[in-house]
């Protein structure tokens, strides 16, 4: 059986190293926002290229926090991706905020920036894009229409790390960048952990607060915080991952690459295009038939996943909430199929899924 993803495996290359930083923290005596987290803060928003990092508790969390930081009016609207991830709206709804949903483009499956101004009223206050599936959004355009509007930009980057638009990092366009490590992701801890990332560092010295009970100093509070503080631990397994985190998406670009070449035209693949650096968090493609070859597939003895099967405005807990029509996210939701393409398979692997993909 060729599994969709393997975390057990994934992580046996790390594990050695892994085990020296478990072994560090346990020596140290050290568990809660100690030099594990500061380190890795500082590595992360260097990798980045620069800036500076909030290690939080998890990718919901700094998309929560990311906009209390505004603290814009209760009942402000909030531009989202109709097909965002559940995380990115139930983050504008713990602020009181509303998500005004604007529908996608069918061949990047990110917010299509064309559609956005007529999405705007008097009572938007900021854009939160989504990086899906690790592919940037188209930045420029955003940020244009953001700052003609005077909107904060934040971008949901918990797919994306590493990913590059006209040669930037994903976190560093906006006023924020939002990472979740949640250990699926192409910088996985091995439990949950997120961060904020920003250009300036008064915002991320005031999350740093906030995330530890809004204080700055100890018994001192400056702010109605909370407790998201991300794991000294996980953040010693996190400093591990990404300093191999450039071999870990090149091996899912190889694979992407071996998707791109082989299957055949019934499939639509993801978009490429030379001003995208993708890092195939998820390599989805789409057929009008998926379930039906989901099925094919799992009787073959390959697993997929469907990113995602019910869209926003269709879940239980969004009845009522969310009108209008989205129809385009419809058809993502219905024809999307996601592939293995994770550091545990092979291109042996991927080839083989290919072919077995073709012979649908
Ligand atoms: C696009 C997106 N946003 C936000 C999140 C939330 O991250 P976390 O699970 O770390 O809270 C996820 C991860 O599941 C995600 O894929």
């Given at each position: 059986m060729i599994p969709?993803?393997?975390l057990y495996q994934l992580n046996q290359t790390f594990m050695d190293d892994y085990r020296k930083s478990f072994d560090d923290s346990m020596d140290k005596g050290w568990y809660i926002l100690g030099n594990k987290v500061s380190t890795f803060e500082n590595e992360f928003a260097?990798?980045?290229?620069g800036g500076h990092c909030a290690g939080l508790a998890s990718g919901l969390d700094a998309l929560v926090l990311a906009l209390r930081y505004f603290n814009f009016p209760e009942g402000a609207e909030v531009i989202v991706p109709s097909n965002a991830y559940i995380a990115t709206i139930l983050a504008v709804y713990h602020n009181g905020l509303v998500p005004v949903l604007v529908e996608p483009d069918i061949s990047t499956y990110n917010i299509d920036p064309a559609k956005i101004p007529q999405?705007?009223?008097?009572?938007?206050?900021?854009?939160?894009?989504?990086?899906?599936?690790g592919k940037c959004c188209d930045m420029e355009q955003v940020l244009q229409i953001a700052g003609a509007h005077g909107l904060k930009v934040i971008e949901d980057c918990a797919q994306a790390h590493g990913a590059t638009f006209k040669g930037k990092k994903a976190g560093t366009f906006g006023d924020f960048g939002a990472f979740s490590f949640y250990p699926t992701k192409n910088l996985g801890a091995l439990g949950d952990g997120g961060a904020l990332l920003s250009a300036?560092?008064?915002?991320?010295?005031?999350?740093?607060a906030v995330r530890n009970y809004g204080s700055r100093e100890k018994y001192h509070n400056d702010y109605i915080?909370?407790?998201s503080r991300l794991?000294?631990?996980?953040?010693?397994?996190?400093s591990v991952k990404l300093s191999r985190l450039q071999e870990i998406n090149a091996h899912k670009r190889k694979l992407a690459a071996i998707y791109d070449q082989e299957l055949n035209t019934n499939f639509i693949r993801p978009a490429v295009h030379s001003d995208y650096g993708d890092v195939y968090h998820i390599y989805a493609v789409r057929h009008p038939e998926r379930d039906r070859l989901r099925e094919y597939l799992l009787r073959n003895n390959i697993r997929t996943e469907v990113h995602y099967p019910v869209p926003p405005h269709r879940?239980?807990?969004?009845?009522?909430?969310?009108?209008?029509?989205y129809p385009i996210s419809e058809t993502i939701h219905r024809t999307i199929l996601s592939l293995p393409v994770s550091y545990c398979h092979t291109q042996e692997q991927v080839a083989h899924v290919a072919a077995v993909m073709n012979a649908f």
């Open positions: 969709y993803e393997d260097a990798y980045c290229g999405a705007i009223t008097s009572k938007t206050r900021a854009i939160m894009v989504v990086h899906l599936y300036d560092e008064d915002k991320i010295a005031e999350i740093k915080g909370i407790n794991d000294e631990i996980q953040a010693g397994f996190l879940q239980k807990a969004l009845k009522n909430k969310l009108g209008g029509a």
